[in-house]
């Protein structure tokens, strides 16, 4: 299908990264690289059928490692934040790197997005898998685990992210997928006119360091609804704690989910190209960031990335779940096979 392998640079450890690209004779392509896994860009049509890439990134594996946004990343084995950077499986108390505050962000230093997989082209499938063992006690946690990363381009120019994973003693697996999305092009500015729909009739509020407080509150009455489409930039300067709190959306929803199968959860639009995205995941929740952090970022093609340049959808258990029992937890059981699938379909 014409899909090829190119080099990407070296890290600082002197490794050679890879872009692996797949196309699909529909318009679409899809770059991921060895290094975290990483989505590094998503040609899509438009409305008359003209591609543009669509996600923020950088041009160098050298970027990717010193940027501290996880442009398009694979988040593991925990995404979002862990209070206290700590967890407890089996009545063990397990310790995970303090990286932000006294919290863990997206497993720390040794998370999925800073590692080189070992990759595999499916040119049948038209994928590219990405696989790593994780030694007991990477990142702090327990158990060797086993993980693949499939990334597929459909014939119905649909990006699909399988993940499997299975381990030797009970563990921790939250993984997601941080691309930050501009439907007009990664170098067209804010994102606050693109129309959302969200299938969430709540979301997960944060207090201190934006943990999660435990509490599932409903949208209703509140900026957090996006039952009903509307811009993202509608309410995101509302007189509103938690957005104040985040500098604009940065929050679990907890998705209406109706089974534990892959379902529409989200769909996002931008009128001057037209471009649609659809949001699929098996997942309860999904963190909806609307890149209120990014300071200023040199991307792509020269590109300068500043606040609001880029939304993600990044679908997950809930934040913190493994120390609020309350939520659905991400505890993966020794010897028991995790699978989660997360699709972006582009229309
Ligand atoms: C978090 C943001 C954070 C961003 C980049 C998102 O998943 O929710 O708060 O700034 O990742 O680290």
Redesign the pocket.
């Known amino acids: 299908m014409g899909n090829k392998v190119s080099e990407f640079g070296k890290t600082s450890k002197g490794k050679i990264a890879h872009i692996y690209t797949l196309v699909n004779g529909k318009g679409m392509a899809l770059e991921v690289t060895d290094y975290g896994a990483t989505m590094v860009s998503i040609l899509a049509p438009d409305a008359k059928g003209r591609s543009k890439d669509v996600l923020l990134g950088y041009d160098d594996v050298q970027d990717y490692e010193q940027g ?3 442009f398009g990343a694979i988040i593991g084995r925990n995404g ?1 934040r862990t209070k206290d950077a700590q967890v407890v499986i089996d009545g063990h108390v397990y310790q995970m790197e303090k990286n932000e505050g006294e919290n863990n ?2 497993s720390g230093s040794e998370g999925y997005s800073n590692i080189i997989w070992d990759a595999s082209v499916d040119e049948d499938g038209n994928s590219v898998s990405f696989h790593h063992v994780g030694a007991d006690g990477e990142q702090g946690l327990p158990g060797t685990f086993d993980i693949t990363v499939t990334y597929t381009l459909t014939m119905e120019n649909e990006v699909k992210i399988h993940y499997e994973g299975i381990s030797d003693k009970d563990t921790i697996a939250n993984m997601t997928n ?1 691309g930050y999305y501009n439907l007009a092009g990664h170098a067209a500015g804010k994102i606050e006119d693109h129309i959302l729909w969200l299938d969430a009739d709540a979301f997960t509020p944060v207090g201190q360091g ?1 943990i999660p407080t435990g509490e599932i509150l409903p949208v209703e009455g509140t900026p957090m609804d996006f039952r009903a489409a509307k811009s993202i930039g509608a309410d995101i300067e509302a007189d509103y704690e938690q957005l104040k709190i985040a500098g604009g959306y ?1 929050h679990n929803f907890a998705l209406d989910k109706k089974t534990k199968g892959v379902e529409k959860v989200a769909e996002v639009s931008e009128s001057t190209s037209g471009r649609t995205m659809e949001v699929y995941t098996d997942l309860p929740g999904m ?1 909806l ?1 609307t890149g209120n ?1 990014i300071v200023k970022e040199e991307g792509k093609e020269g590109a300068e990335y500043t606040k609001r340049n880029g939304v ?1 959808f ?1 679908t997950q258990y809930f934040p913190n779940s493994i120390n609020i029992p309350s939520f659905e937890s991400c505890l993966l059981k020794a010897g028991d096979t995790f699978t989660s699938t997360t699709i972006y379909k582009f229309c």
């Open positions: 501290t946004c996880y979002n962000l997206h941080h934006m940065d963190q960031y952090f993600c990044e």
